[in-house]
């Protein structure tokens, strides 16, 4: 489907906690749309935005995909996002593409933390969003209950445009508070509805909750709310217009319901979204710079600069590479020249296309606001900016998130090195919160990830996509040392075996500094005890002594140097030999300083239900867990913790056990803290042990 107009179009991110049934949504979208000829289900493997193997046999998405549902004369561009908070730097890409978030809240749990995360980063990017209720028809499915807990957790604005009709298992339709238009459906029916009147039963309920939405729409306008107060309420075409600003200026936030997996509601949803969500034109304009690095404003304009941001890269051993993009300003052709801000180098696009997952459709030209798709853009990566070469520009992307764990791979078949290699590299590209690379202090290949789910996820693809196989070796926990007082260190290096000798002499003082600082050389000698051109052999010998550690062979932190005296040989001396001097003070400082080890601690938010609560804090008392604080958000526990790293890499597992898979948590790095002395002591044997047998 090719647009002419930017005002024709919405795009929306569909984003949420894992579980609410945003495929499934989708799936219902495409089918009410006529894109789909069924309403595909997720335990199918057959869905339109779940296409990749892993997604297939696990039944979750792993990676942001595109979609699009032609409807009364308009394009809904649908990007389904991650639900795990292992992709959640997934999901804010297709969160950063899109014009708002329709943020799906299960009808039964509410609000759960990964929404919240969601809400957070709409929050901070200032992004419109739209609430939608789902599962609607389970049992224990409360429409009224999940509206006040998103008002109470996110804001006052959340308001309800529609109305459930029955409940429950009962649940058959909404109507819209809008257009005061019932929408009936019969399960497993066609995802579109019968209209109708609205129930007699209803009516009381529909004035009451209609009164509600009009007048939180003049509270969001001047002008609206003095005709309110003048005319008792405001016209249906203030009311339409006056909701749609409040939208886009994050003044409202909607909220409309569906079960997705009977079809019910997704017609219902699509008139809705026409109605509240903003079209390119109607948003804020995208932050950029130009190419002098000042920051300027993209605007959805058909007529201006081109300026597209490349929001994913998917990556397929058969089809090759496709590039997908937002078009942020301007019209995009096909095999034209565009200007990649970041390569700073012009290259030619081929045909263009609209995506419905992984399948594209060649179309001629994309305008501002669309989404669409280009192959074999080799060089192109996730983040990077097409403009116009004669006004380039780059757009503000989203930073991906730090790995929080590493897991040590090896080939299974000798010789696999080098595919193994090019094999990550492609799925880096796609999903940038990978990381993998060779540690120089082990010179093991580390692959790391958001968590072991990530990376056992990478290698399964690495398998299935690419025929590598590897083997994954427990993580490593990324110990550090230090000092805990200030010492004096001296180191002499003498050595005479017939001609030249070699001869350096150096004192230096070591002393803690800030964590984090990580190493500071002060030369602080007054005069020539050593010559000038030595001195920074002193600190290249520390430098690279300290990465070999002191204690159990881990780098060593956090700590400042001075050199204050020393002796040279007008022959013997040369940088070598203050190299070694310098490693050798280092050393006699070091056993003097109170060497001690650090280890990583994370930042833990578990989420349960109050009948697991005493397992998990028993469990967490026994991986040193220091609990934070806990709070209630609905019907859920919210459980924040300290946990040493070292606890953390099975917990995936060990709290599916406790929990029955129905708890969840989330981590990231915090600081780094000592480790307690009896478990230093298990560190350092266990590395004297490895280095025995190397």
Same mark, same amino acid.
């Given at each position: 489907m090719q647009v002419e107009s930017s005002?024709?179009?919405?795009?929306? &991110?569909? *984003?949420?906690?894992?579980?609410? /049934?945003?495929?499934?949504?989708?799936? $219902?979208?495409?089918?009410?749309?006529?894109?789909?000829?069924r309403l595909n289900k997720v335990e199918d493997g057959n869905t339109v935005t779940d296409f990749d193997s892993e997604e297939i046999a696990r039944t979750i998405s792993i990676g942001l995909a595109p979609c699009f549902v032609p409807w009364r004369q308009h394009k809904l561009n649908f990007i389904d996002c991650p639900g795990y908070g292992i992709f959640l730097s997934e999901t804010r890409s297709g969160m950063r593409a899109a014009d708002a978030t329709l943020l799906c809240i299960n009808g039964v749990a509410g609000v759960e933390v990964n929404s919240e995360r969601n809400w957070n980063f709409t929050e901070r990017i200032g992004q419109p969003v739209l609430f939608h209720l789902t599962k609607m028809d389970r049992e224990r499915a409360?429409?009224?209950?999940?509206?006040?807990?998103?008002?109470?957790?996110?804001?006052?604005? &959340?308001? *309800?445009?529609?109305?459930?009709? /029955?409940?429950?298992?009962?649940?058959? $339709?909404?109507?819209?508070?809008v257009s005061l238009k019932s929408y009936k459906f019969d399960k497993d029916g066609d995802g579109k509805a019968t209209g109708g009147e609205i129930p007699a039963t209803m009516a009381d309920q529909v004035t009451q909750w209609r009164d509600k939405l009009i007048e939180a729409v003049a509270e969001t306008d001047d002008l609206l709310l003095e005709n309110f107060f003048d005319e008792g309420g405001i016209s249906q075409e203030d009311l339409e217009s006056g909701l749609c600003r409040a939208v886009a200026n994050r003044k409202l936030f909607p909220i409309t319901m569906s079960a997705g997996l009977h079809g019910i509601g997704p017609s219902a949803l699509l008139d809705s979204l026409l109605c509240c969500a903003p079209s390119p034109v109607d948003c804020k304009p995208y932050p950029a710079t130009n190419v002098g690095g000042d920051p300027i404003e993209l605007e959805a304009d058909p007529e201006a600069p081109l300026a597209a941001l490349v929001f994913k890269t998917l990556s397929d051993p058969y089809s090759g590479k496709i590039t997908l993009f937002r078009v942020l300003r301007g019209t995009f052709t096909s095999d034209s020249q565009v200007w990649n801000s970041r390569l700073e180098e012009a290259g030619k696009v081929g045909s263009l296309m609209v995506m419905q997952g992984k399948q594209g459709k060649a179309v001629s030209q994309l305008v501002a606001g669309d989404i669409g798709g280009v192959a074999k853009l080799k060089e192109t990566s996730t983040g990077d900016t097409l403009s116009d070469k004669g006004a380039p520009v780059k757009a503000e992307w989203v930073k991906p998130t730090e790995p929080a764990m590493a897991f040590a791979v090896e080939p299974k078949s000798k010789g696999d090195e080098e595919k193994i290699g090019e094999a990550l590299q492609r799925l880096i590209d796609e999903d940038p919160a990978l990381k993998a690379g060779r540690d120089a202090r082990t010179g093991e290949y580390l692959l790391s990830g958001a968590g072991q789910l990530h990376v056992e996820i990478t290698v399964a693809k690495l398998k299935s996509r690419f025929k590598v196989e590897v083997l994954l070796h427990p993580p490593k926990v990324p110990y550090v040392e230090t000092i805990k007082r200030a010492a004096d260190g001296h180191g002499r290096h003498k050595k005479q075996s017939g001609g030249r000798g070699q001869f350096a002499d150096c004192k230096i003082k070591m002393e803690p500094i800030a964590r984090g600082e990580d190493f500071e050389f002060q030369d602080k000698i007054f005069g020539g005890s050593i010559p000038q051109n030595y001195r920074p052999a002193v600190?290249?010998?520390?430098?690279?002594?300290?990465?070999?550690?002191?204690?159990?062979?881990?780098?060593?932190?956090?700590?400042?140097?001075?050199?204050?005296?020393?002796?040279?040989?007008?022959?013997?001396?040369?940088?070598?030999?203050?190299?070694?001097?310098g490693s050798l003070a280092f050393k006699d400082a070091m056993a003097k300083a109170g060497p001690t080890i650090l280890e990583p601690l994370m930042k833990v938010e578990i989420t349960t239900t109050e009948e697991y609560m005493g397992d998990i804090m028993s469990d967490l008392a026994q991986r040193r867990g220091r609990p934070q604080g806990m709070e209630t958000r609905g019907s859920k526990q919210i459980v924040n913790a300290m946990v040493p790293m070292a606890e953390m890499l099975e917990y995936a597992r060990a709290l599916r056990a406790i929990t029955q898979g129905r708890g969840s948590f989330h981590m990231e790095f915090d600081q780094y803290g000592e480790v307690p002395r009896n478990i230093q002591e298990k560190i350092i044997a266990a590395s004297k042990s490895e280095e025995e047998e190397g």
């Open positions: 005002d024709k179009i919405r795009n929306l &991110a569909v *984003a949420g906690h894992n579980d609410t /049934g945003k495929t499934t949504l989708l799936s $219902g979208l495409l089918y009410a749309g006529g894109v789909a000829n409360d429409f009224e209950r999940v509206v006040t807990e998103l008002q109470e957790t996110f804001d006052r604005g &959340a308001i *309800a445009v529609q109305l459930p009709i /029955g409940s429950e298992e009962n649940f058959t $339709g909404v109507v819209d508070l600190a290249k010998g520390i430098q690279e002594v300290r990465q070999r550690g002191y204690l159990a062979g881990y780098p060593v932190v956090d700590f400042r140097v001075q050199l204050l005296d020393g002796q040279y040989h007008d022959v013997d001396s040369s940088e070598m030999a203050f190299k070694i001097a």
